[in-house]
């Protein structure tokens, strides 16, 4: 990891603005990415597909995370949602010192949520014994599945965990965001997206709302490595809108999806004719929840999505199975 500067240190890695819902209401969102130290499961393993970690760095201080605190407000208009990301976990007192905390909170009095993340170890009743009542809480589960949890995402916690950290929040009257992966590595794309389609299932009763995030492929992580040599392929978007629309279906609760990178080799793609028409699509699904937002899409790729799903089953493989066969593929 290269050396950063003073400036570096003392700087968010990044702030944004978009929109979100609060309470049924779109509403403008400020989001900014604080610089810390760094989630400590990435210092130990990590999972799979994280690739966060890099903007981190161990010489982050408490006075460090104080002058980006500062600068953030300084571009801080008042949004009525506010998304505070750390690469790790908010309530980690070793990423955000618990004096710190508070001061994150009082810096956004005109927001009426505040959202960040956690991993479901630090969500406890004594650590969120003072939090600001406007908070609401992320967390990573990404599958359901116990197995694909520990063997393809190599998340360093468990489904019950998840539950747990679920039920506390629960009792804590905090709405709870659960974020779901698409496509882990090891998975075909048929199984991927039937284990996103459950993962929902399983997670709405415990949600306020439902994150679907397809795969981005980040540098320097299991999943990048796989993605060059050909062993990997980000999902299809034709798989993200079967996902949101079954998924709507089995839930109660708001189902979205905000995908990184997509449209690019290295993010959710179908092909150059339908990827900006079909993102479009399920940026306006994800704030009307309306499946007619879904509906008439088409191209000539979805031919060739729905035989490599049916060519990976047949062959028993999890490759890239285009970039491998290329033109000897034929699709009707």
């Known amino acids: 990891m290269a050396r950063l500067s003073a400036e570096e240190l003392q700087s968010p890695v990044s702030i944004w603005k978009e929109q979100d819902v609060v309470n049924g209401r779109k509403v403008d969102a400020f989001v900014v990415i604080l610089r810390t130290r760094g989630c400590w499961w990435s210092w130990q393993k990590g999972c799979t597909m994280c690739g966060y970690n890099t903007a981190s760095s161990k010489a982050v201080t408490a006075e460090d995370l104080r002058h980006q605190l500062q600068k953030a407000v300084q571009r801080y208009q008042g949004e009525a949602m506010v998304k505070i990301y750390t690469s790790g976990s908010f309530l980690d007192p070793e990423e955000v010192p618990l004096d710190l905390r508070s001061d994150v909170f009082s810096s956004f009095d005109a927001a009426e949520r505040i959202l960040f993340e956690s991993r479901p170890e630090f969500i406890t009743g004594d650590n969120l014994k003072d939090i600001d009542p406007r908070s609401a809480v992320a967390i990573g589960l990404e599958t359901a599945n116990e197995e694909v949890l520990r063997r393809c995402?190599?998340?360093?916690?468990?489904v019950e965990d998840y539950k747990r950290a679920a039920g506390v929040l629960l009792d804590k009257g905090l709405p709870l965001r659960t974020y779901l992966l698409l496509k882990p590595p090891y998975m075909t794309e048929r199984a991927a997206v039937k284990d996103a389609i459950a993962s929902i299932h399983f997670a709405a009763p415990f949600s306020e709302s439902v994150s679907v995030n397809p795969v981005n492929v980040q540098r320097d992580t299991v999943v990048d490595a796989m993605w060059r040599r050909g062993n990997y392929r980000p999902p299809w978007l034709w798989s993200l809108v079967e996902v949101l629309r079954q998924g709507r279906e089995?839930?109660?609760?708001?189902?979205?999806?905000?995908?990184?990178?997509?449209?690019?080799?290295?993010?959710?793609?179908n092909c150059d004719s339908c990827d900006r028409k079909i993102l479009d699509a399920v940026q306006r699904f994800s704030f009307s929840q309306d499946l007619d937002d879904l509906g008439g899409l088409d191209c000539g790729c979805r031919a060739e999505w729905a035989a490599i799903m049916d060519l990976q089953d047949t062959m028993g493989t999890t490759v890239d199975v285009a970039r491998y066969l290329g033109d000897e593929l034929e699709f009707d």
């Open 250 to 269: 089995v839930a109660s609760v708001r189902i979205m999806s905000s995908p990184s990178g997509g449209g690019t080799p290295r993010g959710v793609h």
């Open 153 to 158: 995402v190599r998340k360093g916690f468990t």
